[in-house]
């Protein structure tokens, strides 16, 4: 039995939600989000409460109830509160400055790299080797955050790089003399 699935999601102040056709729109301060209902699952809206129940009660359907409820939820918790990743860059002259839609690195290759954020996603950059990304889309904001990641991954001999914050590399000996 889907546990997740049955937990109702309560909306916080500020926030509604609708349903559209075969989606739920959630609204928010921060934003707006659809949500695309699988079949096999069904979505009650009960007041400032949402609830996801299985149609016909089998194992699949159980399954699409869990994920039903937690994209669900991901989509209250963004447009009311938001999510961050931080990004932290090491290594000599390995810097990075937020210029409105755009990220430009220097990252120890010959040319300067540009990163384009995806719609929804914004970075901050209060120090050169730190980069905030905010956004409402839990799911385009991790994207985002890995794909700079992957311009240079933290190598383990000296841990030069990009990492996530709360990452721990696991660092390598380094070759023993003669």
């Known amino acids: ?5 049955k937990k ?18 959630v609204e928010g301060p921060k934003g707006k989000l659809e949500v695309e209902v699988p079949k096999g699952a ?19 359907n159980r399954a699409l109830q869990g994920l039903t409820r937690a994209l669900l939820s991901n989509a209250v918790i963004g447009v009311s509160e938001g999510y961050v990743k931080v990004l932290e860059i090491n290594g000599v002259g390995y810097r990075a ?4 839609k755009e990220v ?7 040319h300067p790299i540009v990163f384009d954020l995806p719609d929804g996603v914004s970075a901050k950059t209060p120090a050169p ?3 905030i990304l905010e956004g409402s889309d839990k799911q385009s904001l991790g994207m985002a955050a890995a794909n700079i990641r992957m311009l240079r991954p933290p190598e383990p001999y000296k841990g030069k790089g990009i990492k996530y914050e709360e990452e721990i590399i696991r660092r390598k000996v380094g070759k023993t003399g003669a």
């Open 104 to 110: 430009h690195f220097t990252l120890g290759y010959s």
């Open 8 to 25: 109702p999601i309560q909306l916080p102040d500020k926030t509604k939600a609708a349903i559209d056709g075969g989606k739920v729109v």
């Open 97 to 100: 400055e937020a210029k409105g």
């Open 42 to 60: 069904v979505v009650k809206i009960d007041g400032s409460v949402i609830l996801v129940s299985p149609e016909p009660d089998n194992r699949k």
């Open 1 to 5: 039995m889907s546990r997740i699935g």
């Open 129 to 131: 080797t730190k980069i």
